[in-house]
């Protein structure tokens, strides 16, 4: 099946003339815009924390990030199994309202005083079950919503969005950690959340579900059919391989970091939450690039490329030290640097994911990759805290650094490398 994001759509529909056009698109997007807000401040508030607020060392905020990524590794491949027969926008709805709950609950915890690391832990836990129901659905979603030629658009869109939320996400989590309480800081995420559930709640065209036969396969079956499909496609075996390299070493280097910068580089939560922040408008231009850089360059030279020096600028934060006056503008432009081609990689190799896949297939697609590339990511936080713990932050910085580029190394060396301007396979069997 060849790859081309300006095909007619299956279903023989004419594209329309704008996506914003569409009622229940806007609603998707606001409501994944302001769901990924209070995502990324939960994700700095949680970790913040644990650090400024319990002393947690690096074993414990590692143990802490791997708890809120471990329903990654656990739940993806059933829950992508799940969302292919479900209305994905009923499964958004009711995540969103079970996230307000569970961060409404530890606000309400942290009021009373007893919001601990134990019960951070929970919530983590919590936040990040509901999480890969949301995911997966927004993905089966989108698919669902527009037609294949409007995919890579649509995708911008969605990615822009989440790029809007890093840049006020992380901020606005490290601003409420250092100006304010705990329990507002964790609340903050729960009104987000409850915001997202209003706007997807108003989407109104009713969903087309992929038929089923009348005996459905039984889920390990539906599960081991999303594993062979991605298992045997040449394109969709090196996403799912360099997604994994990827996160592995992305998610140690962060634990790493979030250490890094309040004990090393003696950085305040607002500090942080601007650096990180800065990742954001990045990740914003990244999308608005995407389809311009693909279709010029093509998918393939844009893939490596991109993965290779947004991965690259990692390298560099060891070697940053003095005042915050010096550290923080450096520390913003990487983060920049790094948000624009890791979002550029990202918007590029989903809209090549959802269009090779079938519709009855987007979700189990999606889970496969997401179980072996996302559900490296508590191993790689623990790696991480460990690595902090006996080879300090700066050694440690640089090796996983130098790790994460193994991710453009497997597929500068893969059939995906050699995908042109109009996406067309080049390699038989691919």
Do not use: K
């Amino acid at each position: 099946m060849p790859f081309s994001p300006s095909a007619v759509s299956d279903s023989g529909r004419p594209a329309p003339s704008s996506l914003w056009r569409d009622g229940d698109f806007r609603r998707l997007w606001v409501g994944q815009t302001v769901s990924q807000l209070g995502e990324q401040a939960s994700l700095v508030v949680l970790p913040l924390l644990a650090v400024l607020t319990l002393n947690a060392d690096a074993g414990r905020l590692g143990a802490l990030r791997a708890a809120g990524q471990a329903p990654i590794l656990l739940l993806s491949l059933f829950v992508g199994a799940w969302v292919d027969r479900w209305r994905t926008r009923t499964v958004m709805v009711l995540t969103d309202a079970g996230r307000a709950l569970v961060l409404g609950a530890a606000a309400v915890a942290g009021l009373l005083g007893r919001l601990g690391l134990p019960a951070l832990l929970v919530v983590a836990v919590a936040v990040g079950a509901l999480s890969v129901f949301f995911d997966m659905a927004y993905q089966a979603s989108l698919v669902r919503l527009v037609d294949r030629a409007e995919l890579v658009r649509g995708n911008s869109a969605i990615e822009g969005s989440r790029s809007a939320a890093q840049i006020g996400g992380p901020a606005l989590g490290g601003a409420l950690v250092s100006v304010l309480s705990a329990p507002i800081a964790v609340a903050s995420s729960a009104v987000f959340f409850a915001l997202s559930f209003l706007s997807i709640r108003r989407m109104r065209r009713r969903e087309s579900v992929p038929e089923c036969p009348e005996r459905p396969p039984r889920l390990w079956r539906r599960i081991q059919e999303g594993l062979r499909f991605v298992a045997v496609d040449a394109l969709l075996r090196t996403v799912c391989l360099a997604s994994a390299a990827f996160q592995l070493f992305f998610a140690a280097a962060m634990t790493v970091y979030l250490l890094f910068l309040p004990r090393d580089l003696h950085l305040s939560g607002t500090a942080i939450g601007l650096v990180l922040a800065a990742t954001g408008p990045g990740a914003l231009l990244g999308s608005l690039l995407a389809a311009r850089l693909s279709g010029r360059f093509g998918y393939g030279p844009v893939l490596v490329s991109a993965a290779a020096l947004g991965d690259g600028v990692f390298l560099v934060v060891p070697a940053l030290h003095g005042s915050p006056a010096v550290t923080v503008p450096a520390l913003v432009a990487l983060n920049f640097v790094f948000g624009t081609f890791s979002q550029l990689v990202n918007v590029t190799i989903m809209a090549v994911r959802q269009t090779v896949t079938p519709d009855g297939m987007q979700g189990r697609t999606a889970a496969t990759i997401n179980f072996v590339g996302m559900g490296m990511t508590p191993l790689g936080s623990l790696l991480g805290g460990f690595l902090a713990e006996v080879r300090g932050a700066h050694t440690s910085l640089l090796v996983t650094a130098a790790g994460m580029l193994l991710s453009p190394a497997l597929m500068a060396l893969s059939p995906l490398a050699r995908l042109g301007p109009q996406g067309a396979r080049v390699v038989d069997g691919a």
